[in-house]
């Protein structure tokens, strides 16, 4: 969690430009085991809770909460991407989130490079923010307040 200092402190101007790229969705390429990519459309919720994408057939299932990303990493480094080998992407359009308790992994293809700085960087803040104990009670408030 110590790398994610650095993201408690970017500037408020370029947080808001992150989490308004994240909120308005960016059309990525979902990839999964033993398929092709799937293209869907990824934002953030308004309550900045929720990483959510669309279409989905299991649209309860098509999102992940931002306090159960254990780890964003950059490029081609997960066990899909690693298998996609005749997948020739731009490692620097790819990121993957791990999350949840069993630690699965979300795979991504942005179209272009500033695209996937702008999510990694927004979720990292994100996660800076929930480590912040501060931050962490204002969450559950807002959630309480907010039930989905």
Partial sequence: MADLEVYKNLSPE????CMSVMQSGTQMIK????TKGLVRLF??????????WRPS??????????DSIYKVTEGRQSEIF????????????CFTIYHGNH???????T???????TWITGLKYLMAGISDEDSLAKRQRTHDQYPS
Avoid: W
């Avoid at 690693?82 to 359009?93: I, K, L, T, V, Y």
């Fill in 14 to 17: 370029k947080v808001e430009r």
């Fill in 31 to 34: 990839l999964k085991r033993g």
């Fill in 43 to 52: 934002y953030l919720d308004e309550h900045r809770t929720r990483l959510r």
């Fill in 57 to 66: 057939r299991k649209s309860e299932k098509a999102k992940i909460l931002i």
């Fill in 82 to 93: 690693h298998r996609q080998a005749e997948g020739n992407f731009d490692p620097s359009c």
């Fill in 103 to 109: 630690m699965e992994s979300l795979d991504l293809i």
């Fill in 111 to 117: 179209s272009n490079p500033e695209e996937a700085r």
